[in-house]
Antibody, heavy 125, light 111 residues
Framework: QVQLVQSGAEVKKPGASVKVSCKASGYTFTSYAFSWVRQAPGQGLEWMGWISTYNDYTDYAQRLQGRVTMTTDTSTSTAYMELRSLRSDDTAVYYC??????????????????WGQGTLVTVSS | QSALTQPRSVSGSPGQSVTISCTGTSSDVGGYNYVSWYQQHPGKAPKLMIYDVTERPSGVPDRFSGSRSGYTASLTISGLQAEDEADYYCCSYAGSHTFALFGGGTKLTVL
């Protein structure tokens, strides 16, 4: 069965960086892309970006451009999200989600069919 | 680009039907057939309930259905059950410069 298992909770100081991992199993890793979505405490979902596992193409939300980097390691079937220059308003639960390829649409579209369990990142001095 | 607009809360009694709306523009909800809906219980990860406006993933009860009229997509839950109480989020493709746009979320209370 498909599983996405994320790394554990992190506590960081303002200005630091955090790297969250998402290990996939139960399917062919390179047949799906990944997206990252975060949720601040008591707030809604915010899309952060997505990465193709086929050619490492990335697309990031405009408000996070320059601070976020998404990568994948096909040898370990793991996706990563690094966020730099952390601020207090980056405190959130970070989710990875699998993105299927649309053959009819010839591309990836925001259907997130499986999600990781979430990783709480707390930014506090 | 602004988030999609959802009502903050809706409620219904067991057995009744409720509909949650998600309003966007011609650049997102009204322009593409890539609207999806997610259910989120407290402390849990979101779960895909509807994709491509009307399609239901295997394992999702047929009590859940999706539709769209103009710039507004809707999620209808019929035969409400206690376990349907959760937050629901819509999401739409918004073109090559905005891959995904989420709604603000709707809290469903089963009375």
């Amino acid at each position: 069965q498909v599983q996405l298992v994320q790394s554990g909770a992190e506590v960081k100081k303002p200005g630091a960086s955090v790297k969250v991992s998402c290990k996939a199993s139960g399917y062919t890793f390179t047949s799906y892309a990944f997206s990252w979505v975060r949720q601040a405490p008591g707030q809604g979902l915010e899309w952060m970006g997505w990465i193709s596992t086929y050619n490492d193409y990335t697309d990031y939300a405009q408000r996070l451009q320059g601070r976020v980097t998404m990568t994948t390691d096909t040898s370990t079937s793991t996706a990563y999200m690094e966020l730099r220059s952390l601020r207090s308003d980056d405190t959130a639960v970070y989710y990875c989600a699998r993105v299927p390829y649309y053959y009819g649409g010839n591309g990836y579209y925001p259907t997130f069919d499986y999600w990781g369990q979430g990783t709480l990142v707390t930014v506090s001095s | 680009q602004s988030a999609l607009t959802q009502p903050r809360s809706v409620s219904g009694s067991p057995g009744q039907s409720v509909t949650i709306s998600c309003t966007g523009t011609s650049s997102d909800v009204g322009g593409y057939n890539y609207v999806s809906w997610y259910q989120q219980h407290p402390g849990k990860a979101p779960k895909l309930m509807i994709y491509d406006v009307t399609e239901r993933p295997s394992g999702v009860p047929d009590r859940f259905s999706g539709s769209r009229s103009g710039y507004t997509a809707s999620l209808t839950i019929s035969g409400l059950q206690a376990e349907d109480e959760a937050d629901y989020y819509c999401c739409s493709y918004a073109g090559s410069h905005t891959f995904a746009l989420f709604g603000g979320g709707t809290k469903l209370t089963v009375l």
